[in-house]
């Protein structure tokens, strides 16, 4: 059966350069406990330097993928820092394709599935103020998501983002009351701050980076799973 993804990536995005990025991780580096160091090497990748433009507005960018442009294509600092936004875009964009891959593959365990999960919430896209996905949990709850990709792993996501995604989850009437397991983050970093468990107690549900990369790491079910997606949305 044919999964079809709902990704804005796939609107903005070289389709043909994400499948061939996804093959070669498969192939090469599928037996690697890394999904970071996998993530961060696919959004070098699809850099390109010609085609990127300017953006006035963002600041933030990973230092260390400032001085990777510097290397490789030997241009100034500030060039490059316009380059190393959009590589830390990328991660991002990145990271949402494969959370929205996981779960098209795991809807159905409940230790990490959310089924019917959308980037689209009834058919159309709704602007992000923390809710990066919709979907159903295990126990037939509507549940709301958020991915968040962290070059360091060993950060920890902060309620002041999740609060973010509570708050848009009941303003658009998705999450209604408290029950369990409906407020989801799916990141490949360390995981939510304590401070999250105390506010919403039940209703957060985390998948860190640890268990992600238990779970795909020299899985050539999930690797080959995740190619028969990609290549299903070409």
Not at 117 to 142: C, E, H, P, Q, R
Not at 154 to 165: C, H, R, S
Not at 197 to 219: L, P, R, T, Y
Request: glycine content about 8%; aromatic content about 14%; some cysteine.
């Amino acid at each position: 059966m044919k999964y079809e993804l709902t990704g804005n990536q796939f609107n903005i995005r070289r389709q043909d350069e994400i499948l061939s990025l996804f093959k070669d991780f498969y192939a090469k580096h599928a037996g690697i406990n890394d999904i970071t160091n996998g993530i961060r090497k696919m959004a070098r990748d699809l850099i390109d330097v010609d085609a990127i433009i300017k953006d006035s507005e963002e600041e933030y960018y990973e230092k260390e993928d400032m001085l990777y442009v510097c290397s490789k294509f030997n241009m100034t600092e500030d060039r490059a820092q316009l380059i190393a936004r959009t590589i830390d875009k990328n991660k991002g964009e990145l990271f949402e394709l494969f959370a929205e891959i996981f779960f098209a593959i795991y809807h159905a365990d409940p230790r990490y599935g959310v089924r019917e999960f959308s980037f689209k919430y009834d058919d159309s896209y709704v602007k992000d103020y923390g809710v990066d996905g919709y979907g159903i949990n295990a126990n037939g709850d509507n549940s709301v998501v958020q991915v968040k990709f962290r070059s360091n792993v060993t950060n920890e996501i902060y309620w002041n983002d999740i609060a973010k995604t509570v708050a848009q989850g009941y303003a658009i009437g998705h999450l209604s009351n408290r029950q369990r397991d409906t407020v989801w983050l799916f990141t490949n970093c360390k995981g939510g701050y304590y401070t999250i468990k105390d506010a919403i107690s039940g209703m957060f549900h985390c998948i860190n980076g640890k268990m992600i990369d238990g779970e795909v790491a020299g899985n050539d079910s999930f690797w080959k799973s995740a190619v028969e997606i990609l290549e299903g949305n070409m």
